[in-house]
């Protein structure tokens, strides 16, 4: 599953948008400049990782502000506190994968520069009956711009409860071939993206969908609100004249501690 490189992909995009929250700072006797940012995904059946990194200028070329280190950090499910271990600097983790379970609330806690830094999340289900109308469909020529008309393919999954759903694209071939830049996305000539299927249960793909020929990697991600929050922020902070502040969950912090689960299937767009 490309799950783990996706979301790599989403902790650069927060970096950057913290660093550019940072850089506007008019004085960095600020006392928000000294909060810590927070980076955790929790997975089920994976080890819980929690990173933490303090805030850093725009003069600053590394992806990340300096690791925090030495923090003792607690992790609650509502009936147990578990400790992490920092397993490398500004890394901290628990090792025990039975603890992440669809359902409960999750609690971080821990206290940096005398304030208690807290934030809390829901582990939502695993989404069911992901499915693909097509396994691998021939590209069409767009006949327009907006190519609405021009249906390769259609996803589908269960959502009764209309939650946050988010779709990623990821071509896992080693040569892309180009199709032109679409319009479907902003122009999109990533080979990975995302789209926020605002809480239904099908998303249809055009021709214009697509950078790329290939194969891809469909990963359907069923998450919480937070996580809707940061994608979108990404999207509309493209760059400094149009920085908002960067969403957060963290009480006494920046960052997100977010659950999420997923489900992945195969798709093949040939010439």
């Given at each position: 599953m490309e799950i783990k490189k996706y979301l790599l992909k989403i902790c650069f995009a927060f970096g950057w948008m913290v660093t550019l929250l940072i850089s506007c700072k008019k004085e960095s006797q600020d006392s928000s400049t000294n909060l810590p940012v927070v980076q955790a995904y929790l997975y089920p059946g994976r080890t819980l990782t929690v990173k933490l990194y303090q805030q850093k200028s725009l003069s600053d070329t590394a992806k990340y502000g300096t690791v925090i280190t030495g923090q003792e950090l607690y992790v609650s499910d509502g009936s147990n506190k578990v400790k992490l271990t920092e397993s490398s600097k500004g890394t901290y983790t628990y090792n025990?994968?039975?603890?992440?379970?669809?359902?409960?609330?999750?609690?971080?806690?821990?206290?940096?520069?005398?304030?208690?830094?807290?934030?809390?999340?829901?582990?939502?289900?695993?989404?069911?009956?992901?499915a693909t109308q097509h396994p691998a469909?021939?590209?069409?020529?767009?006949?327009?711009?907006i190519a609405t008309s021009d249906t390769l393919n259609r996803f589908t999954w269960d959502n009764p409860d209309s939650l946050n759903?988010?779709?990623?694209?990821?071509?896992?071939?080693?040569?892309?071939?180009?199709?032109?830049?679409?319009?479907?996305?902003?122009?999109?000539?990533?080979?990975?993206?995302?789209?926020?299927?605002?809480?239904?249960?099908a998303y249809y793909v055009v021709s214009n969908s697509f950078p790329y020929y290939g194969n891809y990697q469909v990963i359907l991600l069923r998450v919480n609100q937070e996580y809707i929050n940061i994608i979108e922020s990404n999207s509309l902070n493209s760059n400094s004249q149009n920085l908002l502040n960067v969403p957060t969950n963290v009480v006494n912090g920046l960052g997100i501690f977010t659950a999420l689960q997923a489900d992945t299937l195969s798709f093949s767009l040939n010439y």
């Open positions: 025990d994968n039975t603890f992440l379970i669809a359902g409960k609330t999750y609690t971080l806690i821990f206290n940096y520069l005398s304030k208690d830094v807290t934030a809390k999340t829901v582990m939502p289900s695993k989404p069911q009956n992901f469909v021939n590209y069409i020529r767009p006949t327009n711009a759903h988010v779709l990623v694209f990821d071509n896992v071939d080693d040569t892309f071939f180009p199709l032109g830049r679409g319009t479907g996305f902003g122009n999109n000539t990533s080979n990975i993206f995302d789209i926020n299927t605002e809480r239904k249960s």
